[in-house]
């Protein structure tokens, strides 16, 4: 599958933005979402999950009750709202896909997108 993320941009803090993630190529149904994070300087980290058919989700502890991943499968899109934004937040978003396994499991991500910048200024 195919993956192309955008949304990104520079926000004040406590603003909020949408990310989307585009997905073409296969049955965007067969796969469970994630959206994970790199800053400067730090390791990718995950950020949020969705299962296949978008009943259940699974957060960070650090963006949880600030953003929200949902899916809608008839348009093959997966979305993170983020809210309440913070300047640790800023970082490079990355969408991901993967076949097999569930959406607790933050491994196994097989397909990346290209990555969209969120910067959140002071």
């Known amino acids: 599958v195919q993956l192309q993320a955008s949304g990104g941009g520079s926000v004040q803090a406590g603003g909020s933005l949408r990310l989307s993630c585009a997905a073409s190529g296969r049955t965007f149904s067969n796969y469970v979402m994630g959206w994970f994070r790199q800053a400067p300087g730090k390791e990718r980290e995950f950020v949020a999950s969705i299962s296949r058919s978008g009943g259940s989700t699974y957060y960070a502890d650090s963006v949880k009750g600030r953003f929200t991943i949902s899916r809608d499968n008839a348009k093959n899109t997966v979305y993170l709202q983020m809210d309440s934004l913070k300047p640790e937040d800023t970082a490079v978003y990355y969408c991901?896909?993967?076949?097999?396994?569930?959406?607790?499991?933050?491994?196994?991500?097989?397909?990346w997108g290209q990555g969209t910048q969120v910067t959140v200024l002071q």
């Open positions: 991901a896909a993967k076949s097999s396994g569930n959406a607790y499991v933050h491994l196994g991500f097989g397909s």
